[in-house]
């Protein structure tokens, strides 16, 4: 009797293998009896761990790869090109067999590209050469691109608010503490395959962590992108005041006017965009409009505030109390660039922790030289009278080399504008359990231009841009680039003074101390800054 039964229970096992694969592989059929509510949830944990299954990806072999995998996680171009390779074989000898077949009755080849097209073909065989995706330059100009913005032009109050000494130390610890975290952060993406930001706290920190961030990087990302839209148009101030310009652009709706068709021609269109690689070329060029704008700011205070001897009376090597903290969230939000960390990771070529720490030092060390000449210079050029934006104290219609400055600055503005909108797109498709991948393109098109426009719409009503980058670089910059990345790296595992080593435990504990108290602190002295100036007689 055992043996049937044996055989029995053979095949009872084999029946329910053979339901479980016909429901793994037509999971929309409907059973035929009612499914109990403990299968239900489930069901629902199933769709869960598949919305994170499709943002995790393997690392462990990716260095083996001779290709990358940038086309794998962002197009799937790599997972299709065989197919690919295979229709484009079967199409060629299609049209060559109907050549042969149709010689004699009069067809012709097709057309062979114009010049123009010729041209643009070659620009950019030459410009993936010099500037290839994913690589070194691509890269670091990415990383450069995404710090550098409206941060450049806030630095010289910096600078009057805390002090040169102050400010300095100050470009010093969040410089260290930008690179300490992009490398705890790339420590995480390799160790857990996450693919993003909300996505590695509802898996490290537990549901509901997930959406605190998100909604913080919403905030972040928006408040960055409202002061562009501030700094696109006080650029735009002594343009449209100039004597020959006609009078309705020297109003404030003037203003807006020109501030809303740049938006719309430029800041827009580079919002549309999935991949970050995608701005490479316009992120070299801003930078390098950069390097030119500072320039441009040491040369005119050599020629003009370093000679004023009343100008050199009103500098303050450092300055102590709460002045001493008033100018710590314009250097946090200046240096901030953990929010473009998961897109840019997963688009190198080479992705290791080694590399992408390397490239973030060499952007960041970069953007810290341009901050200190830019910040020093500037400060020294207008004393005291910088208390905001340094380039409403310029005047580009009489100094033409400054106006070349302002067209660099605004183009730089337009891509970190279109940077900020990328970690924007990833928190708000994480509500809705998206990747970027699945979302159809006009639907991704639609979803950006809201945002966009919404700030667009606030940037010309708010008057003043240091209230806005000094809350957003305290509180959102202090957890976001400096408190999640150590915590990330916390729960990822094996955190052990045995596993880690002395420097990298004391080192995540400090970054998140530091994190604290830049929230804390920074916070709450913004805060009483800007009611004092907004409520003094």
Not at 27 to 32: C, E, F, L, T, V
Not at 394 to 399: F, L, S, T
Request: hydrophobic share 45%.
């Amino acid at each position: 009797m055992r043996a049937p039964l044996g055989k029995s229970v053979q095949d009872l096992r084999q029946r329910e293998d053979e339901q479980q694969q016909q429901r793994e592989t037509h999971p929309g059929d409907d059973s035929a009896f009612p499914r109990p509510q403990l299968m239900q949830d489930n069901d629902d944990n199933l769709k869960e761990d598949d919305y994170g299954s499709r943002l995790r990806i393997n690392l462990s072999d990716i260095d083996q790869d001779p290709f990358g995998m940038s086309e794998v996680l962002l197009d799937g171009d790599r997972l299709h090109r065989k197919h690919n390779d295979t229709c484009e074989s079967d199409h060629r000898k299609d049209v060559l067999e109907s050549e042969e077949e149709g010689g004699e009755a009069g067809q012709h080849p097709p057309k062979r590209p114009g010049t123009l097209r010729k041209a643009i073909h070659v620009l950019r065989f030459y410009f993936n050469v010099v500037v290839p995706f994913g690589g070194f330059l691509a890269t670091t100009f990415n990383l450069a691109s995404a710090t550098l913005g409206a941060g450049i032009i806030s630095i010289p109050s910096g600078f009057n608010l805390s002090g040169v000494i102050m400010s300095c130390v100050y470009l010093i610890l969040a410089g260290a503490g930008t690179v300490y975290s992009m490398n705890l952060l790339a420590k995480v993406m390799i160790k857990t395959g996450l693919r993003s930001y909300a996505q590695s706290a509802r898996m490290l920190l537990g549901r509901g962590a997930d959406y605190f961030l998100a909604v913080l990087i919403i905030i972040q990302c928006f408040g960055g992108s409202v002061a562009y839209i501030i700094a696109t148009s006080t650029l735009l101030t002594p343009i449209l005041k100039a004597p020959s310009a006609p009078a309705f652009f020297k109003t404030k709706q003037g203003n807006r006017v020109i501030t809303s068709v740049v938006w719309l021609i430029i800041m827009l269109p580079l919002v549309f965009p999935k991949k970050v690689n995608s701005l490479r070329y316009v992120s070299t060029f801003g930078v390098l409009f950069i390097v030119y704008f500072v320039a441009c700011v040491i040369g005119h205070s050599a020629t003009n505030g370093l000679h004023d001897p009343s100008i050199r009376s009103e500098v303050r090597l450092m300055r102590t109390g709460n002045e001493a903290l008033e100018g710590l969230g314009v250097f946090l939000f200046s240096l901030m660039v953990q929010l473009n960390a998961y897109d840019i990771f997963f688009e190198m070529k080479h992705k290791t922790v080694f590399h992408f720490t390397l490239y973030t030092a060499i952007a960041t060390g970069l953007c810290m030289l341009l901050y200190v000449l830019a910040g020093v210079f500037g400060y020294l050029d207008f004393g005291s009278k910088v208390r905001d934006s340094v380039l409403s104290l310029y005047d580009p219609i009489k100094e033409p080399y400054m106006a070349v400055g302002y067209i660099g600055i605004v183009v730089k503005i337009c891509v970190a504008f279109a940077l900020h909108m990328i970690p924007f797109r990833d928190a708000l498709y994480h509500f809705c359990r998206w990747t970027p991948e699945e979302v159809p393109y006009w639907k991704h098109c639609l979803i950006m231009a809201i945002p966009a426009t919404a700030a667009l719409l606030c940037g010309l009503f708010i008057p003043t841009i240091n209230s806005v980058l000094g809350l957003l670089g305290s509180f959102c910059g202090g957890i976001i680039g400096m408190i999640m990345p150590a915590l990330f790296y916390m729960y990822a595992g094996h955190f052990t003074l045995r596993e880690v080593g002395l420097l990298n435990y004391v080192a995540t504990y400090l970054l998140l101390v530091g994190g604290v108290v830049s929230v804390v602190f920074g916070t709450v002295t913004t805060i009483y800054s800007t009611t004092q100036s907004s409520f003094a007689l």
